[in-house]
Protein backbone atom coordinates (compact mmCIF):
# COMPACT_ATOMS: atom_id res chain seq x y z
CA UNK A 1 0.00 0.00 0.00
CA UNK A 2 0.82 3.62 -0.42
CA UNK A 3 1.33 5.71 2.38
CA UNK A 4 -0.06 9.46 2.71
CA UNK A 5 3.19 11.87 3.24
CA UNK A 6 1.71 14.40 5.51
CA UNK A 7 3.78 15.72 8.64
CA UNK A 8 2.12 15.22 12.34
CA UNK A 9 2.88 19.13 13.21
CA UNK A 10 -0.28 20.83 10.48
CA UNK A 11 -1.13 24.32 11.69
CA UNK A 12 -4.51 24.81 12.95
CA UNK A 13 -5.95 27.26 15.50
CA UNK A 14 -7.35 24.51 18.35
CA UNK A 15 -7.83 27.56 20.22
CA UNK A 16 -10.49 28.47 17.53
CA UNK A 17 -11.75 25.23 17.57
CA UNK A 18 -12.49 24.79 20.81
CA UNK A 19 -14.72 27.87 20.99
CA UNK A 20 -17.00 27.93 17.84
CA UNK A 21 -16.56 23.88 16.63
CA UNK A 22 -14.68 24.62 13.46
CA UNK A 23 -11.20 25.40 12.08
CA UNK A 24 -9.63 25.66 8.92
CA UNK A 25 -6.33 23.98 9.06
CA UNK A 26 -3.67 23.69 6.03
CA UNK A 27 -2.10 20.19 5.56
CA UNK A 28 0.91 18.92 3.69
CA UNK A 29 0.79 18.53 0.36
CA UNK A 30 0.34 14.56 -0.63
CA UNK A 31 3.07 12.69 -3.05
CA UNK A 32 2.31 12.04 -6.15
CA UNK A 33 1.94 8.29 -5.55
CA UNK A 34 -1.26 9.24 -3.42
CA UNK A 35 -2.95 11.23 -5.81
CA UNK A 36 -2.50 9.30 -7.84
CA UNK A 37 -4.71 6.67 -6.37
CA UNK A 38 -8.07 8.95 -6.84
CA UNK A 39 -7.42 8.00 -10.57
CA UNK A 40 -8.59 4.43 -9.71
CA UNK A 41 -11.39 5.29 -7.22
CA UNK A 42 -14.03 2.81 -8.38
CA UNK A 43 -17.70 3.96 -9.34
CA UNK A 44 -20.34 5.33 -6.94
CA UNK A 45 -23.11 2.58 -7.86
CA UNK A 46 -25.27 3.91 -5.21
CA UNK A 47 -25.58 7.36 -6.93
CA UNK A 48 -26.12 6.73 -10.42
CA UNK A 49 -26.97 10.24 -11.33
CA UNK A 50 -23.69 11.58 -9.93
CA UNK A 51 -19.94 10.68 -11.77
CA UNK A 52 -18.74 10.08 -8.15
CA UNK A 53 -15.90 7.53 -7.23
CA UNK A 54 -15.08 6.58 -3.94
CA UNK A 55 -13.24 4.39 -1.25
CA UNK A 56 -13.97 3.57 2.30
CA UNK A 57 -11.90 2.04 5.25
CA UNK A 58 -12.81 1.80 8.78
CA UNK A 59 -10.02 1.68 11.88
CA UNK A 60 -9.71 1.07 15.47
CA UNK A 61 -7.57 3.77 17.21
CA UNK A 62 -5.72 4.66 20.39
CA UNK A 63 -2.86 6.49 21.69
CA UNK A 64 -0.38 4.96 23.91
CA UNK A 65 3.34 6.39 24.61
CA UNK A 66 2.95 9.37 22.84
CA UNK A 67 2.15 7.97 19.59
CA UNK A 68 -1.15 6.96 17.93
CA UNK A 69 -2.33 3.28 17.03
CA UNK A 70 -4.65 2.03 14.54
CA UNK A 71 -5.89 -1.00 12.75
CA UNK A 72 -8.01 -1.87 10.16
CA UNK A 73 -11.53 -3.46 11.11
CA UNK A 74 -13.30 -5.72 8.82
CA UNK A 75 -14.42 -4.97 6.13
CA UNK A 76 -18.42 -4.13 6.53
CA UNK A 77 -21.01 -2.53 4.64
CA UNK A 78 -21.18 1.53 5.35
CA UNK A 79 -24.28 2.88 6.56
CA UNK A 80 -25.76 6.25 7.74
CA UNK A 81 -29.02 6.91 9.60
CA UNK A 82 -31.54 8.47 8.00
CA UNK A 83 -32.06 10.40 10.88
CA UNK A 84 -29.17 12.64 10.10
CA UNK A 85 -29.02 11.52 5.53
CA UNK A 86 -32.61 11.77 4.12
CA UNK A 87 -31.78 10.93 0.53
CA UNK A 88 -33.12 7.83 -0.41
CA UNK A 89 -30.57 6.44 -2.02
CA UNK A 90 -28.18 7.27 1.18
CA UNK A 91 -29.78 7.41 4.32
CA UNK A 92 -30.42 3.67 5.82
CA UNK A 93 -29.28 2.18 3.35
CA UNK A 94 -26.09 -0.65 3.29
CA UNK A 95 -23.87 0.71 0.67
CA UNK A 96 -20.20 -1.37 -0.29
CA UNK A 97 -17.10 0.55 -0.52
CA UNK A 98 -14.06 -1.24 -1.58
CA UNK A 99 -11.11 -0.45 0.68
CA UNK A 100 -8.20 1.96 0.20
CA UNK A 101 -4.91 1.46 -1.58
CA UNK A 102 -3.20 3.60 0.30
CA UNK A 103 -2.24 4.04 4.07
CA UNK A 104 -3.90 6.82 5.80
CA UNK A 105 -2.10 6.79 9.20
CA UNK A 106 -0.28 10.14 9.20
CA UNK A 107 -3.90 11.62 7.85
CA UNK A 108 -5.37 10.23 10.99
CA UNK A 109 -2.47 11.34 12.94
CA UNK A 110 -2.73 14.53 11.72
CA UNK A 111 -6.27 15.47 11.95
CA UNK A 112 -6.86 13.61 15.75
CA UNK A 113 -3.63 16.21 16.87
CA UNK A 114 -5.04 18.84 15.30
CA UNK A 115 -8.74 18.52 16.48
CA UNK A 116 -7.29 17.78 20.40
CA UNK A 117 -8.90 14.89 20.82
CA UNK A 118 -8.82 13.34 24.29
CA UNK A 119 -5.74 10.58 24.32
CA UNK A 120 -7.24 8.61 26.77
CA UNK A 121 -10.21 7.44 24.93
CA UNK A 122 -10.49 5.43 22.43
CA UNK A 123 -11.97 6.13 18.29
CA UNK A 124 -13.70 4.46 15.36
CA UNK A 125 -12.79 6.31 11.87
CA UNK A 126 -14.48 6.06 8.89
CA UNK A 127 -11.73 7.48 6.00
CA UNK A 128 -13.58 8.44 2.99
CA UNK A 129 -11.70 8.84 -0.81
CA UNK A 130 -13.69 10.65 -3.08
CA UNK A 131 -13.44 11.84 -6.36
CA UNK A 132 -16.58 14.32 -8.04
CA UNK A 133 -16.77 15.19 -11.63
CA UNK A 134 -18.39 17.60 -13.62
CA UNK A 135 -18.62 17.40 -17.32
CA UNK A 136 -20.93 17.66 -19.63
CA UNK A 137 -23.36 15.51 -19.00
CA UNK A 138 -22.94 14.89 -15.14
CA UNK A 139 -23.38 17.94 -12.30
CA UNK A 140 -20.62 18.69 -10.20
CA UNK A 141 -22.93 17.55 -7.05
CA UNK A 142 -20.43 17.29 -4.33
CA UNK A 143 -23.52 16.74 -1.27
CA UNK A 144 -25.95 14.85 -2.85
CA UNK A 145 -27.90 15.00 0.60
CA UNK A 146 -27.82 18.74 1.12
CA UNK A 147 -26.84 20.87 4.03
CA UNK A 148 -26.85 17.40 6.58
CA UNK A 149 -24.87 16.42 9.83
CA UNK A 150 -23.04 13.29 9.56
CA UNK A 151 -23.99 11.81 12.71
CA UNK A 152 -20.72 11.44 14.33
CA UNK A 153 -18.60 13.31 17.07
CA UNK A 154 -16.31 15.16 14.22
CA UNK A 155 -16.53 14.83 10.90
CA UNK A 156 -13.06 16.59 8.57
CA UNK A 157 -13.23 17.70 4.88
CA UNK A 158 -9.86 17.75 3.64
CA UNK A 159 -9.07 18.86 -0.21
CA UNK A 160 -6.14 16.74 -1.90
CA UNK A 161 -6.81 18.24 -4.81
CA UNK A 162 -8.94 20.73 -7.24
CA UNK A 163 -8.55 19.78 -11.23
CA UNK A 164 -9.90 22.52 -13.53
CA UNK A 165 -13.44 23.50 -11.31
CA UNK A 166 -14.76 26.03 -10.05
CA UNK A 167 -17.43 26.42 -6.74
CA UNK A 168 -17.35 23.56 -4.01
CA UNK A 169 -17.50 26.26 -2.14
CA UNK A 170 -17.39 24.70 1.53
CA UNK A 171 -20.47 26.30 4.27
CA UNK A 172 -20.67 26.08 8.10
CA UNK A 173 -24.35 26.52 8.82
CA UNK A 174 -26.01 26.67 12.33
CA UNK A 175 -29.37 24.05 12.66
CA UNK A 176 -31.56 26.14 14.64
CA UNK A 177 -31.22 29.48 12.62
CA UNK A 178 -30.52 28.58 9.50
CA UNK A 179 -27.48 31.56 9.52
CA UNK A 180 -24.22 30.36 7.37
CA UNK A 181 -21.23 30.66 10.19
CA UNK A 182 -18.86 30.25 7.61
CA UNK A 183 -17.83 30.01 4.00
CA UNK A 184 -14.83 29.05 2.06
CA UNK A 185 -13.76 27.25 -0.97
CA UNK A 186 -10.86 24.99 0.19
CA UNK A 187 -7.65 25.04 -1.27
CA UNK A 188 -5.82 22.26 -1.58
CA UNK A 189 -4.35 20.92 1.29
CA UNK A 190 -6.33 22.79 2.85
CA UNK A 191 -9.12 21.11 5.66
CA UNK A 192 -12.34 22.13 7.77
CA UNK A 193 -12.46 20.26 11.10
CA UNK A 194 -16.22 20.14 11.99
CA UNK A 195 -18.11 19.44 15.87
CA UNK A 196 -20.58 17.81 13.67
CA UNK A 197 -22.86 17.50 16.67
CA UNK A 198 -23.06 21.19 16.40
CA UNK A 199 -23.26 22.40 12.65
CA UNK A 200 -24.75 21.31 9.23
CA UNK A 201 -22.35 21.70 6.45
CA UNK A 202 -22.76 21.77 2.84
CA UNK A 203 -20.43 22.18 0.17
CA UNK A 204 -21.66 23.70 -3.49
CA UNK A 205 -21.82 22.01 -6.63
CA UNK A 206 -18.46 21.94 -9.21
CA UNK A 207 -18.22 22.67 -12.71
CA UNK A 208 -15.80 23.04 -15.28
CA UNK A 209 -13.76 26.05 -15.05
CA UNK A 210 -12.41 25.56 -19.01
CA UNK A 211 -13.49 23.11 -21.63
CA UNK A 212 -15.40 19.83 -20.26
CA UNK A 213 -14.08 17.99 -17.47
CA UNK A 214 -13.06 19.16 -14.63
CA UNK A 215 -13.19 16.95 -10.66
CA UNK A 216 -12.72 17.74 -7.35
CA UNK A 217 -10.78 15.11 -5.37
CA UNK A 218 -11.52 14.86 -1.09
CA UNK A 219 -11.18 13.32 1.84
CA UNK A 220 -13.95 12.85 3.93
CA UNK A 221 -13.08 11.57 7.99
CA UNK A 222 -15.72 10.50 10.39
CA UNK A 223 -14.46 10.01 14.06
CA UNK A 224 -16.49 9.15 17.16
CA UNK A 225 -15.22 7.75 20.49
CA UNK A 226 -15.40 3.78 20.07
CA UNK A 227 -17.81 3.65 22.68
CA UNK A 228 -20.09 5.34 20.29
CA UNK A 229 -18.74 3.83 16.96
CA UNK A 230 -20.54 4.08 13.86
CA UNK A 231 -19.46 0.51 12.72
CA UNK A 232 -20.67 -3.12 13.48
CA UNK A 233 -24.54 -4.39 13.71
CA UNK A 234 -25.62 -2.51 16.63
CA UNK A 235 -25.00 0.25 14.72
CA UNK A 236 -26.43 -1.03 11.52
CA UNK A 237 -29.16 -1.98 13.28
CA UNK A 238 -30.04 1.60 15.04
CA UNK A 239 -29.52 3.39 11.11
CA UNK A 240 -31.73 1.27 8.97
CA UNK A 241 -34.56 1.61 11.93
CA UNK A 242 -34.48 5.07 11.54
CA UNK A 243 -37.76 6.15 10.08
CA UNK A 244 -37.30 10.03 8.89
CA UNK A 245 -39.43 10.55 5.97
CA UNK A 246 -36.90 10.52 2.77
CA UNK A 247 -35.89 13.23 0.01
CA UNK A 248 -35.65 11.40 -3.77
CA UNK A 249 -33.56 14.05 -5.77
CA UNK A 250 -35.87 15.39 -8.97
Known amino acids: MNEIQMARDITSDEGHFKAFGYA ?30 IRLSQYFGYREEGQWIFALLPKRNYIQSADYIRLAE ?3 V ?6 LECDP ?22 VNQIRVTANAEFKGITVPEGPH ?6 SVIVVARRNNVNGGETQVIDPVSHQLIHRQTL ?29 RDIWVVEINPWH ?6 SHERRASQANLPRVVPA
Do not use: C, K
Open 228 to 233: QRAYGP
Open 149 to 154: RDGHAY
Open 24 to 53: IVDMPPLSEEVLATFDSLPRDHHSQSRLRH
Open 105 to 126: TPLMVSILDALGVDGAESYQLN
Open 90 to 92: AGG
Open 187 to 215: AENQAILLDDERYIHYATDIEPAQGEVGY
Open 94 to 99: MRYREQ
